[in-house]
Structure formats: C-alpha cells, structure tokens
C-alpha cells in the first residue's frame, strides 16, 4: 500500500478514474480542484485498487477526497513541504493531524450536503432569479471580498475580479433580483464533473438579509445544475452556522459526510 503523486491531472485521472467516479460526492473538493492544483495523489492497496485521493493547492494545503484511515495515517509529505492546512472528511483529517505528531487546531467544521428532492421556499421571496452579466462584475467582486470576510477569511490584497469573471463568462453565476430590479443575492455551481456540480459562494448583503433571497437564489442555481445535467447537487456548510443549515435542508439538501479544517500551529520536524 502506497502513495502515488504526480502534478499531471490527466495521470491523476487515469489512475484514481474508478474512485473519482464512484465517489463523486465524496470527492467533490478533489475533483473541483484537480485541474489548478500544484500536486496530486492516489493511495493504492496492495491489489491495485485506489482507494484514497487528494489535491494539494498551493502554497500546502491538501484537501482529501475519500481517504482511507490507513492512507490518511501513512501519509507522509518530505521535509519542508509539512503542510500549513488540512481539509477534507473528519476522520481521515483527524487520523492524519495525530500521526504527524505536530500540534494542530480546528480553524472550519463543515457539513457536505446533496441535493434530493428540490423544494421551492415557501413563502416564495418577492423577485426574481437572473443569470449575472459582465456588468455585474464590479459590485460581484465586491460581494465576494464580503463573503470572504464572512467566513473568516482574510482577503488583504486579494482582487476577486478574476474569480467572479470566470464564473460570469461560464453563466455560473445566479443573482436574485429584488422586484425593482436590484441585484440582492447570489449563488454559484461549479462545473459538472463525474455527474457532480456544487454549490457554493451563495451571499446576500447584511442589508438585504431576513427577506429569504438566499433561499431563491440557491433554489434557483440548484435547478440549473440539476438542469444543466449534474445528477449529484452538492454544498458544504459552516456548523457554526445554524442558519445556513436549516435553510439548505429544508430546500431538499440532506447530509453526506462532515468535514473537519485544520492549521498546524509548529513547523515539522
């Protein structure tokens, strides 16, 4: 049993395809991340079978997809690319964080959701949805600097025009409009890949919160994957958000696994 790596994504798929597509759900940060990832792995029992994988995103975070707890204890990164942050299923984080000895800390626990029977908000909020244009695109950057405040991120010195403009080019991106044409709310889907797509980037601003535009953006983006093809529908939540949590399953989105985020407070040895 070993660790395979590679920074070729079409090694990476050729070698871990039958888990990738098995587990779709499971792998969906994975798989979402593979094609700008710096590096990728695969763990392979002693017959062949690959039965764990990650991506590591620059400058060393790796995020697991499915992962054994015997891939997750064993894996060892060389001397000076220990990573800073670990994200991925709970367990396999935990196995991995106690077997490198180093101390650590939970920063983000997370609940991944998928999509079954999709249910409309009821009431229904007042407007409409629309897919976002490229004039949105100074007021979305701006909503996205404020998602990420909202999450706890820090985005000093991050411009997000690039980030938002790719997902407006795709017609990723799906604003609710207020009834007098006011943009209030948006919600984005990744591209479908192994018949996944996820949810994610859905913000409404402080001002226009309490009116349920997030749950008719989500509804609205949720349809449109489904739509477009993806046959999992799939979002992750901050468990300290009980708000969020609530307002997803009552749409339809039911629990798969919880995910764990950690930092490493001490260097590797």
Do not use: K
């Not at 969906?28 to 079978?49: H, I, K, N, Q, Y």
């Not at 409404?204 to 509804?219: I, K, M």
């Not at 349809?223 to 997803?248: C, E, H, I, K, M």
């Amino acid at each position: 049993m070993t660790w395979y790596f590679t920074e070729d994504a079409a090694a990476f798929r050729a070698a871990a395809a039958d888990l990738l597509a098995a587990e779709a759900a499971r792998n969906t940060a994975v798989l979402t991340l593979m094609d700008s990832a710096g590096r990728l792995g695969w763990w392979a029992e002693p017959d062949g079978r690959v039965t764990g994988a990650l991506a590591v995103s620059p400058p060393r975070e790796p995020s697991f997809g499915a992962v054994t707890m015997a891939a997750a204890r064993a894996l060892v990164f060389p001397a000076g690319e220990e990573p800073t942050v670990v994200r991925g299923e709970t367990a396999a984080v935990e196995a991995f964080a106690e077997a490198t000895g180093r101390p650590w800390t939970a920063i983000v626990r997370m609940r991944l959701f998928r999509l079954g029977e999709l249910v409309p908000p009821d009431p229904a909020p007042a407007g409409r949805p629309r897919v976002a244009g490229e004039a949105d695109i100074p007021f979305l950057s701006a909503w996205a600097r404020e998602f990420a405040l909202d999450i706890g991120e820090d985005p000093t010195g991050r411009d997000f025009t690039g980030h938002v403009t790719e997902r407006v080019v795709d017609g990723r991106l799906v604003l609710w409009e207020a009834p007098d044409g006011r943009p209030v709310s948006m919600a984005c889907v990744s591209p479908t890949i192994e018949g996944q797509a996820r949810v994610h980037l859905v913000y409404t601003p402080r001002a226009e919160r309490g009116r349920g535009y997030a749950a008719g953006v989500t509804e609205a983006v949720s349809r449109a994957a489904r739509d477009g093809g993806a046959s999992q529908v799939l979002l992750f939540t901050d468990l300290a958000n009980p708000t969020s949590n609530a307002l997803y399953q009552r749409l339809g989105y039911r629990p798969v696994t919880d995910h764990l985020g950690v930092e490493f407070t001490a260097p590797g040895d």
